[in-house]
């Protein structure tokens, strides 16, 4: 339940507010209001236990009543929360996907790119759960900005998002990869030069062999692009698919594929 706030514990809360992006840490009450740390700890705690604030991990708190304060951070915004946590880092995957138009499913869960190391794929955050997956820094490039309540966030933009499909294709599957494919080719976003550049840039072959065989499957058409894939094949047979039995070979893409399809070579 909430308790009252003298007017010095309100100024002291909005300012806290202001200069961060909504996600509190003691280091930050510390600094900001010329506390020590103990003190920083025990006011934090105490906007806590009075309802003001929700610690989401030792030590981070997110505001939980704003209206009073006039603020217009949202609680527990999981871009905030991901910005603060996983930088440096961008919105990728079925969360991009999604902002993007590539799908109409509605995801309770954010997918989030960063280079800090992470131990675990999945990771909750307060309500938030969050799937992560570790990128190098020189992987982190193909963004666009979005405002959340003031705030820069990053997401992978319309072909980073394919190309992130591409290559780390055992998080979403095979039909996920191919359903954001095929959405993309349909779209405005189209872009294939830019597709193309991207994929050399991440250094990784086997995308060109995903890439190819989408687009004779999807976009026969383009056989420029097509011609252009099949001369930078990486070498040996790959899975289409890691976590999917392909028993099946498709020559031309050096492509290790499931049985249904065959059909295709």
Known sequence: MLKGLSTKRRQALSELLVKTQGVITIDDAQRILSLSRVKAQTFLWSLSRSGWLKMVQSGTYVPISLDVLDSQITVENPFLLAQHFFEPCYFGGWTSASF????????QKTWVFTSQRITHKKKTLGENKFILTHVSPDRIFGTAVDWVESHKIFYSDPHKTVIDFACFIQDYGLNGFFDIF?????SSHKNLSLLTEYAFKMGNRTIFKRLGFGLEKFAPEEEEFILLYQTNLSHGYSKICSSLECPKIVRRWRLRVPTYLVNHD
């Open 100 to 107: 993007w138009g590539f799908t109409d499913q509605l995801f």
């Open 182 to 186: 095929q959405a993309y080719l349909s």
